[in-house]
């Protein structure tokens, strides 16, 4: 299993665009704050105007990505290009809305965003994706899953492109994240972001990294508690800091630790 | 591949295949919450389930999935060290009605995490002593294709030697207010490819198989994995692109994976939803791919018995189409009785046909547009 390797990254996280927007610590950076919230992306577009915070993120997280990669939109469009996306609780805002709105607000036009699959899928209405699909649900474990997925997808051949795409939001759930003890003084921190996997020349093999591996705990000191983004938060650090070759990744959820080693161009 | 199931029509595998060709009726009033004040009271609950509770976390979907578990380990054995056993679940509202519990008064902190949607395919995980990788799959009502793709890539890489792969979700009252706003739940029967079709019924269900690499596999099998496809539409959240292309892509990703053409196919398991526009769009698309062949293959959707039972539901349409080989028998499509011209395809009506299907398409599509394809192998014949 090989044949891959990240080309880029776009990153949006609560403290700011890019890896250069992570503060050296993020605990200290928080003051107290339990979560560390992303604004509504600005997007324009009549299509967006009812659109969820974290469907509109997964959108801006793409556009990063193109600024970081300079692509442009044509180069992702069509069937070429796969999109997998994972989220360990982006869904939990809308679910919430649709929950407590019961008696009011919650409806037809606000039931299809409850469901995960609404993140990816105005992502590809967005871009014109039509090409592999998957969507994964868990921490930093199920994005290093889609990363291993994006690298299958690529190595067999059934894309030439592979986006994985990661978006996590907590404000609106704020309250039932703070009944989570394992969290205690750990910021969470809102956060989007997306990888470019490309086919590579040299094979490099996806096996597990030695965990926790150096990226993780650095992606956590410096990003917070990011959960499924947490290991592009690692990918985007790296590039920041011009690391290309063979990178360990590493995270852990549910009390399961995942694995693998990726190249970076 | 070995399988499990506890669905509406049948409380484990087999019950579920004479439900099948006996053409069951699992649509009831719904009775475990409250719907009274819903447009659709009905749906393919399943009833007395609480008196079998399984040990582990009480929350109804790790429930339905321990009992499909269990009916599975009734056929196989998870014959592989721990570490070596991965576990890929399908669900398109994981466990949601915790969430709406942990937000009642008196609602706890584990209620909180159940609401998480991967957390009752980490309950299975836990309950079957699974070590290896644990995937949640979301594609919405793809999610039962989607996982069992995934799991054929895991022992492809080597990753897993076993795979315990799958769907489910419950009947809640989350996804029936959310589905009877949307005005996609019909007051009527469900009639997938009917004329008269007006709409889905829910269900609830889960299914599971057992999935080795063909070298490892031992014991009885069901049939074999050939190749899956999926692709996004870009196009709609809720509706199927009009042309379907999502749906054809996936198709042909599928076919050419498993290396078969149109006149390989026996037998087509369509979604079918019973939606108008879901039933002409995949039949269009059918068409294109299989060409000519597209008509004389026979073709049915299991639906209309059971409800839409969203992440199981492509689950156990593949578990159809392997039971149909082994038996001999392609279950009708229970609903439908008046052809509609727009969809003139061979739908299999009235009563089960005498057929034994080798090599089956498995067709699944979902909200965001999510599209999903299988190609399977009966063992039967």
């Known amino acids: 299993m090989s044949g891959a390797a990240v080309a880029g990254v776009g990153l949006l996280t609560g403290w700011g665009e890019g890896a250069a927007a992570l503060p050296a610590d993020a605990r200290a950076a928080a003051r107290g704050r339990r979560v560390v919230a992303l604004a509504r992306p600005a997007l324009a577009g009549e299509r967006f105007r009812r659109t969820t915070r974290e469907c509109l993120l997964g959108v801006a997280a793409v556009e990063a990505l193109l600024r970081d990669t300079g692509l442009g939109r044509e180069e992702l469009r069509g069937s070429d290009t796969a999109l997998v996306y994972v989220t360990a609780a982006a869904y939990g805002a809308s679910n919430l809305e649709f929950i407590v709105g019961e008696a009011g607000t919650g409806g037809a036009l606000h039931f299809p965003y409850t469901a995960p699959s609404a993140v990816p899928g ?35 051949g059934r894309c030439r492109k592979a986006l994985v795409l990661a978006v996590e939001t907590f404000a609106e759930c704020e309250k039932l994240w703070a009944r989570a003890r394992w969290l205690a003084g750990r910021p969470l921190v809102e956060s989007a972001a997306c990888a470019l996997l490309v086919p590579s020349d040299s094979q490099t093999p996806l096996v597990p990294a030695p965990a926790p591996a150096e990226l993780e705990a650095l992606a956590r000191v410096r990003g917070g508690e990011t959960l499924a983004v947490g290991p592009l938060v690692g990918l985007a650090l790296a590039r920041a800091a011009r690391r290309a070759g063979v990178l360990a990744l590493t995270g852990e959820w549910r009390g399961r630790p995942a694995g693998l080693a990726l190249e970076a161009h | 591949m070995a399988a499990g199931a506890i669905t509406p029509i049948g409380g484990d595998l087999d019950a579920f295949w004479s439900g099948l060709v006996t053409g069951s009726d699992g649509i009831t009033r719904i009775e475990r919450f409250r719907v009274d004040d819903l447009r659709v009271c009905r749906g393919g609950e399943i009833k007395k389930f609480r008196a079998v509770r399984r040990p582990g976390p009480g929350c109804r979907a790790s429930q339905l999935l321990f009992a499909a578990a269990d009916d599975l380990l009734t056929r196989a054995r998870l014959d592989a060290p721990a570490e070596r056993v991965a576990v890929v679940v399908g669900t398109a509202l994981g466990g949601v009605e915790e969430l709406e519990r942990a937000l009642e008064p008196g609602g706890t902190l584990r209620h909180a995490a159940g609401g998480l949607y991967d957390a009752p395919s ?15 799959v979301s594609t919405a009502c793809a999610s039962g294709a989607t996982a069992l793709g995934l799991a054929a890539d895991l022992l492809r890489e080597g990753a897993a030697d076993r795979v315990v792969a799958g769907g489910y979700d419950i009947l809640c009252r989350f996804v029936m207010r959310g589905f009877d706003a949307l005005r996609s739940l019909t007051r009527e029967r469900v009639r997938p490819f009917d004329r008269r079709r007006s709409g889905l019924l829910l269900g609830e269900a889960a299914a599971l198989v057992l999935m080795a690499r063909e070298r490892d596999a031992r014991g009885p099998r069901l049939g074999r994995l050939l190749g899956h496809g999926s692709a996004s539409d870009g196009s709609h959240l809720t509706a199927p692109a009009p042309d379907g292309r999502g749906l054809e892509f996936a198709i042909r990703a599928a076919m050419a994976e498993a290396g078969v053409a149109a006149p390989d196919v026996d037998l087509v398991s369509a979604h079918g939803t019973a939606t108008p526009l879901n ?86 599509l979902g909200f965001g547009g999510c599209n999903a394809a299988l190609v399977l192998e009966g063992a039967g014949g």
Request: charged share 20%; with cysteine.
């Open chain 1, 122 to 156: 105005e992502v590809a209405i967005e871009f014109g994706l039509t090409g592999a699909y998957s969507i994964l649900i868990g921490g930093p474990a199920a994005t290093l899953d889609a990363l291993r997925q994006a690298a299958r997808l690529l190595a067999s």
């Open chain 2, 122 to 136: 980490h309950a299975l995980a836990r309950r079957l002593g699974a070590h290896g990788p644990v995937l949640t």
């Open chain 2, 279 to 364: 039933d002409r769009v995949e039949t269009q698309v059918l068409q294109r791919v299989l060409g000519p062949r597209a008509a004389a293959i026979p073709m049915n959707a299991i639906k209309g018995g059971l409800g839409h039972t969203m992440g199981a539901a492509a689950t156990l349409e593949a578990i159809m189409c392997l039971l149909a080989s082994r038996e001999g028998i392609v279950p009708h499509t229970v609903g439908l009785e008046e052809r509609d011209p727009e969809c003139g395809l061979d739908y299999v009506a009235g009563a089960p046909r005498a057929v034994r299907p080798r090599v089956s398409l498995s067709t699944s």
